[in-house]
C-alpha cells in the first residue's frame, strides 16, 4: 500500500509539472499567432483573381513579352523563353537573388498568391516594411498615403505589374505556367525549388537522391528496357514518332534536365557564352538511348552539400540578414512550427499586435494633452509637464484594446492585424519572404527537411514503445521482486 501512496504523489507532481508548467512556458515561449492560411485570405482585398476564363495561350505570349526577360522556363526547351543566364544576379549591384525557372511554378505556388505576386509582389510577400508597394490604381487620398508610406523604402528586385499587365493578362499568365508545370515533384525538387535560391542545406550531400527520385529512376528505367534493342540515329527518330504527347512530354523533360545540368557546372560567363548553343540542342543531339542513361539519378556522397543558388551576402543585401542553413531545421522548430513558419514568415504574435494598438492609442492621448499645454508658461514647466505626459501609460488613462471592428471574416478576434496596419503600426515580423506555397508543397518541404536533419525518427519513435514497454515489465518485476523479499522479512 506504501509503495501505491508513493506512486500516486510523484505521478501527482509530475502531472502538475508536466500539464502546468510545461504548457506556460510553451505559451510564453511561443505565443499565439494567426492560424495558418493557405487560401492568402489577407490578399482579397486587393482583388480576387478569376480564373475560370483564362487563356493559357495568351498567357505564354504575355510572359514572352513581360517575364522572358529575368526568368527561365526550362523545361519547354524552347530558346526565346531560356535565353537569360540563369545564374545571374538580378538586380546587378550589390544585393539580389538568382531569378527563378518557373518551370514548375504553377504546383508548389497558390494561383491567387502567384496572381498577386505578380501584381505586386511586395504586398503579397508582406515586406512592405522594407520595400514599396505599387500605388497604381488607388484614388487620390489613398495613393498619397501609399507614396508617403513608401518614402526612404528601397524598390524590390522585381517589378510590380499592376498598371502594367491587366488582372486578364496576369491570370493568363498564371494559366500557362499551372499548364506547363509537372503533375508532381518529389520532396528535394520542390524544396530545390521554394527555398534553396537563398538557403543552404549542406547535410544533403545526395546521399538521399535514390529515396527521392525512386519514381523517377523507375520510370526512366522502363524508358531504357522499351529502348534497349534501338540502334542508330533512323531507328531513334521511327521510335519518337510514334510516342503519344504525354511520351512525349516526359521525354522533353529529360532533355531539360540534361541542357539544365550543363549549365549547372558552367560559370556564369561560361553561360554567357555557350547559352545559346546548349538551348538549340535537342534530343538527337544528346542521342536518345543515351540521354535515358544520363537521366537516371543515383545516391553519391558530395563532400559540399547542397548549396545556396545565390551568395549569402547577397541576400543579405537584399534582406537584411544572412538566410540559415536549414539542414537541422526540423529539430529545432519542429514539424508544427517550421509549417506555419514557411506559410507566413511574417508572424507576430497577437498580443504584440493588440500592445501596438494600445501604445497607438496612448500615444494619441499624450499627443492631445502636449497640444493643450499653455503657451503662457516657461520652457522649464513646459518639459516637467512633457515628462509628466509622457509618464502616463494606457491604465492612467483608462484605455483598453478596442472592439476588433476592421477584421476579416476569416480571421478570429484576438487578431487585430487590420486595425494596426490601418493605424500604421503594425510590428513587423522576420526579413524573410512568404513565399506562397500551396499546403501540399509546403508539408513536402517539411518532409525534406525531416529526411535530412532527422533521418532516424521514425525508427526512433517506433523504439520509444519498446522502451516503454521495457520500464513496464521492470516495474512490475521490481515491485514482485520487493514483495516477495518484504513478504519474507515480516
Given at each position: 500500500?506504501?509503495?501505491?501512496?508513493?506512486?500516486?504523489?510523484?505521478?501527482?507532481?509530475?502531472?502538475?509539472?508536466?500539464?502546468?508548467?510545461?504548457?506556460?512556458?510553451?505559451?510564453?515561449?511561443?505565443?499565439?499567432?494567426?492560424?495558418s492560411d493557405y487560401e492568402f485570405k489577407d490578399?482579397?482585398?486587393?482583388?480576387?483573381?478569376?480564373?475560370?476564363?483564362?487563356?493559357?495561350?495568351?498567357?505564354?505570349?504575355?510572359?514572352?513579352?513581360?517575364?522572358?526577360?529575368?526568368?527561365?522556363?526550362?523545361?519547354?526547351?524552347?530558346?526565346?523563353?531560356?535565353?537569360?543566364?540563369?545564374?545571374?544576379?538580378?538586380?546587378?549591384?550589390?544585393?539580389?537573388?538568382?531569378?527563378?525557372?518557373?518551370?514548375?511554378?504553377?504546383?508548389?505556388?497558390?494561383?491567387?498568391?502567384?496572381?498577386?505576386?505578380?501584381?505586386?509582389?511586395?504586398?503579397?510577400?508582406?515586406?512592405?516594411?522594407?520595400?514599396?508597394?505599387?500605388?497604381?490604381?488607388?484614388?487620390?487620398?489613398?495613393?498619397?498615403?501609399?507614396?508617403?508610406?513608401?518614402?526612404?523604402?528601397?524598390?524590390?528586385?522585381?517589378?510590380?505589374?499592376?498598371?502594367?499587365?491587366?488582372?486578364?493578362?496576369?491570370?493568363?499568365?498564371?494559366?500557362?505556367?499551372?499548364?506547363?508545370?509537372?503533375?508532381?515533384?518529389?520532396?528535394?525538387?520542390?524544396f530545390v525549388e521554394a527555398c534553396s535560391r537563398?538557403?543552404?542545406?549542406?547535410?544533403?550531400?545526395?546521399?538521399?537522391?535514390?529515396?527521392?527520385?525512386?519514381?523517377?529512376?523507375?520510370?526512366?528505367?522502363?524508358?531504357?528496357?522499351?529502348?534497349?534493342?534501338?540502334?542508330?540515329?533512323?531507328?531513334?527518330?521511327?521510335?519518337?514518332?510514334?510516342?503519344?504527347?504525354?511520351?512525349?512530354?516526359?521525354?522533353?523533360?529529360?532533355?531539360?534536365?540534361?541542357?539544365?545540368?550543363?549549365?549547372?557546372?558552367?560559370?556564369?560567363?561560361?553561360?554567357?557564352?555557350?547559352?545559346?548553343?546548349?538551348?538549340?540542342?535537342?534530343?538527337?543531339?544528346?542521342?536518345?538511348?543515351s540521354l535515358l542513361q544520363n537521366s537516371l539519378?543515383?545516391?553519391?556522397?558530395?563532400?559540399?552539400?547542397?548549396?545556396?543558388?545565390?551568395?549569402?551576402?547577397?541576400?543579405?543585401?537584399?534582406?537584411?540578414?544572412?538566410?540559415?542553413?536549414?539542414?537541422?531545421?526540423?529539430?529545432?522548430?519542429?514539424?508544427?512550427?517550421?509549417?506555419?513558419?514557411?506559410?507566413?514568415?511574417?508572424?507576430?504574435?497577437?498580443?504584440?499586435?493588440?500592445?501596438?494598438?494600445?501604445?497607438?492609442?496612448?500615444?494619441?492621448?499624450?499627443?492631445?494633452?502636449?497640444?493643450?499645454?499653455?503657451?503662457?508658461?516657461?520652457?522649464?514647466?513646459?518639459?516637467?509637464?512633457?515628462?509628466?505626459?509622457?509618464?502616463?501609460?494606457?491604465?492612467?488613462?483608462?484605455?483598453?484594446?478596442?472592439?476588433?471592428?476592421?477584421?476579416?471574416?476569416?480571421?478570429?478576434?484576438?487578431?487585430?492585424?487590420?486595425?494596426?496596419?490601418?493605424?500604421?503600426?503594425?510590428?513587423?515580423?522576420?526579413?524573410?519572404?512568404?513565399?506562397?506555397?500551396?499546403?501540399?508543397?509546403?508539408?513536402?518541404?517539411?518532409?525534406?527537411?525531416?529526411?535530412?536533419?532527422?533521418?532516424?525518427?521514425?525508427?526512433?519513435?517506433?523504439?520509444?514503445?519498446?522502451?516503454?514497454?521495457?520500464?513496464?515489465?521492470?516495474?512490475?518485476?521490481?515491485?514482485?521482486?520487493?514483495?516477495?523479499?518484504?513478504?519474507?522479512?515480516?
Open positions: 500500500m506504501r509503495e501505491i501512496k508513493i506512486f500516486v504523489i510523484v505521478a501527482f507532481i509530475i502531472g502538475v509539472m508536466y500539464y502546468g508548467v510545461e504548457p506556460l512556458a510553451h505559451h510564453a515561449m511561443h505565443p499565439a499567432t494567426a492560424t490578399l482579397e482585398k486587393f482583388g480576387k483573381f478569376d480564373f475560370s476564363n483564362a487563356d493559357k495561350e495568351a498567357g505564354k505570349t504575355a510572359f514572352l513579352d513581360n517575364c522572358a526577360s529575368c526568368h527561365t522556363v526550362a523545361s519547354q526547351n524552347v530558346p526565346d523563353l531560356n535565353a537569360r543566364n540563369p545564374k545571374t544576379i538580378q538586380p546587378a549591384g550589390e544585393g539580389g537573388v538568382v531569378p527563378p525557372d518557373l518551370s514548375n511554378a504553377g504546383l508548389i505556388f497558390d494561383s491567387q498568391f502567384l496572381a498577386h505576386f505578380i501584381k505586386d509582389p511586395v504586398r503579397a510577400t508582406l515586406l512592405d516594411s522594407k520595400f514599396a508597394v505599387s500605388c497604381e490604381g488607388l484614388d487620390d487620398e489613398n495613393a498619397n498615403k501609399c507614396e508617403m508610406a513608401n518614402e526612404g523604402k528601397e524598390s524590390y528586385p522585381m517589378n510590380a505589374f499592376n498598371g502594367i499587365m491587366s488582372d486578364e493578362e496576369i491570370t493568363n499568365v498564371v494559366a500557362y505556367l499551372k499548364d506547363i508545370a509537372p503533375k508532381q515533384l518529389n520532396d528535394k525538387e520542390v537563398c538557403h543552404a542545406a549542406v547535410y544533403d550531400k545526395n546521399q538521399y537522391d535514390s529515396k527521392f527520385f525512386a519514381l523517377h529512376n523507375q520510370e526512366v528505367t522502363n524508358w531504357i528496357e522499351r529502348t534497349k534493342n534501338i540502334k542508330g540515329e533512323e531507328a531513334e527518330a521511327t521510335f519518337l514518332s510514334s510516342l503519344n504527347n504525354e511520351e512525349h512530354k516526359f521525354i522533353n523533360s529529360l532533355l531539360a534536365m540534361a541542357k539544365a545540368n550543363e549549365k549547372k557546372y558552367l560559370s556564369e560567363a561560361e553561360i554567357d557564352e555557350k547559352n545559346d548553343e546548349i538551348n538549340a540542342k535537342t534530343i538527337e543531339s544528346y542521342g536518345l538511348v539519378i543515383e545516391s553519391n556522397f558530395e563532400k559540399v552539400g547542397l548549396e545556396a543558388d545565390t551568395h549569402p551576402e547577397f541576400i543579405k543585401a537584399y534582406l537584411g540578414n544572412t538566410p540559415p542553413d536549414l539542414s537541422m531545421m526540423i529539430r529545432s522548430k519542429g514539424q508544427h512550427e517550421l509549417a506555419a513558419f514557411i506559410n507566413n514568415p511574417q508572424k507576430v504574435p497577437l498580443i504584440d499586435i493588440q500592445k501596438a494598438v494600445i501604445n497607438k492609442l496612448v500615444r494619441d492621448k499624450r499627443d492631445e494633452e502636449k497640444a493643450n499645454i499653455p503657451t503662457n508658461i516657461s520652457d522649464e514647466e513646459r518639459e516637467d509637464m512633457i515628462a509628466q505626459i509622457d509618464s502616463r501609460d494606457a491604465e492612467y488613462y483608462k484605455i483598453k484594446l478596442p472592439e476588433n471592428t476592421t477584421k476579416s471574416e476569416w480571421q478570429n478576434n484576438d487578431d487585430y492585424t487590420n486595425m494596426a496596419r490601418e493605424m500604421g503600426v503594425m510590428p513587423f515580423g522576420k526579413s524573410m519572404p512568404r513565399v506562397g506555397l500551396t499546403k501540399e508543397a509546403e508539408k513536402q518541404v517539411v518532409n525534406y527537411l525531416e529526411t535530412i536533419g532527422d533521418s532516424k525518427k521514425a525508427e526512433r519513435d517506433s523504439l520509444g514503445w519498446w522502451i516503454m514497454g521495457f520500464f513496464v515489465l521492470l516495474s512490475v518485476l521490481a515491485y514482485t521482486w520487493k514483495s516477495k523479499i518484504w513478504r519474507d522479512l515480516h
